[in-house]
């Protein structure tokens, strides 16, 4: 027998009007298409920051689950991560570039293997000149200790 809860609002427990939904780590849903299912907790990303890197002291415009940013030189950054991951083995997605027309095209890679704490990334143009760019974004898929 299959259930199904429709419903137009979840509220916490005293009705003030917040959630404060939980998913076991098991959790799935149905894709797009709805042909298969996919683990949901596993699909997310865990960490993601948005940086301005081209002022003296690199600044995190808007983060998900990072905290300090380290400049170690031109196009050099570390992101310290507030939660840490189980161990290395993370995935790092990233770009660099300006709002304007400042030259380009920018790339940025993680300069050190997974760590799981901090992700360090160097951000520079094709022809491998780091470079401090304007916006440095990154995101990082994994396991959460």
Known sequence: ?????NVDTIVD??????????????????SDGGATTQNTVQGLSKAWFNLEGDITTPITRDSFNTGSVT?????????ALTNHFVNENNVFVSDGGYSQSVGGPYVCSSYYYGSSDLRRMRVGLTNGTLTDCEQVNGSLFGDLA
């Open 1 to 5: 027998m299959t259930s199904q809860l």
């Open 71 to 79: 400049d170690n030189g031109t196009g050099d950054y570390t992101v």
């Open 13 to 30: 427990k005293a009705g003030s009007g917040g959630s404060n939904v939980k998913m076991a780590n098991t959790s799935t849903y149905v």
